[in-house]
């Protein structure tokens, strides 16, 4: 079964710092990979996916991740951050193994807080 | 395009009460999902759907019940509200397989269960 490890409940950085968030995953294949925010009282919404191709992908608001499958990785960064970034990051993990009912979901980690200090 | 709605935006029952939460979307999306979300756990997935008539049970089915009679609703109920079902309900949908595309999420229904 496929699942995925924040292993950063919280994480505080300065504003203007760098930012790294760190997703791990289990899967049998090559799973596409999703990183989602969710800022406070809101829905998730998506940031950036990673189906194949280029490992580093660009997404919305200044994010990129890293697919490396040799650690099963897919680390969240952004080289600076803005206070409007504190929210809660959510990894999820999807299957690549072609459609089968029953295995459409996403399975989603357990979030990391951002706080963002001045 | 309102995207994904879902009513109501909160909700306090008494133990044992039923009640029903109604997600909507006007995208003409395919699936549809309800999650739940609990501190610490992220969200999992309750139930969900890959079309119009269609259900599936998620990772955590039990207590809820829910019905996709017209491709653009999927109804989530509970019969006999617990308290363990305090949580936050996300409703979301996507055009496609979701392993292929992007699921749009709702604002969420804040229930409480006293």
């Known amino acids: 079964a496929q699942s995925v490890t924040q292993p950063d409940i919280h994480i505080t950085v300065s504003e203007g710092a760098s930012l790294e968030l760190r997703c791990n995953y289990s899967y049998g294949a090559t799973p596409y990979l999703f990183w989602y925010v969710q800022s406070p009282g809101q829905g998730l919404q998506l940031l950036l996916k990673y189906f194949s191709g280029d490992t580093l992908v660009q997404g919305i608001k200044g994010f990129e991740a890293e697919f490396k499958r040799s650690q099963s990785s897919f680390n969240l960064r952004k080289p600076s951050v803005h206070w409007s970034d504190a929210a809660e990051y959510f990894c999820a993990v999807g299957p690549s193994d072609g459609y089968n009912f029953g295995n459409e979901k996403l399975t989603f980690g357990t979030g990391t807080r951002l706080t963002i200090i001045p | 395009n309102a995207g994904v709605t879902q009513t109501p935006k909160f909700r306090v029952l008494k133990t044992g009460q039923s009640m029903t939460l109604l997600c909507a979307q006007d995208?003409?999306?395919?699936?549809m999902y309800w999650y739940r979300q609990d501190p610490g756990m992220g969200l999992r997935l309750i139930h969900y759907?890959?079309?119009?008539?269609?259900?599936a049970k998620g990772e955590v089915p039990d207590g809820y019940n829910v019905s996709r009679l017209k491709k653009q609703n999927f109804l989530l109920g509970l019969e006999s509200a617990a308290p363990s079902q305090t949580s936050v309900y996300f409703c979301?949908?996507?055009?496609?397989?979701?392993?292929?595309?992007?699921?749009?999420f709702g604002p969420g229904t804040r229930l409480t269960v006293l």
């Open positions: 979301a949908s996507s055009p496609d397989f979701p392993y292929t595309d992007t699921q749009y």
């Open positions: 759907s890959v079309g119009e008539g269609t259900t």
């Open positions: 995208m003409n999306h395919e699936y």
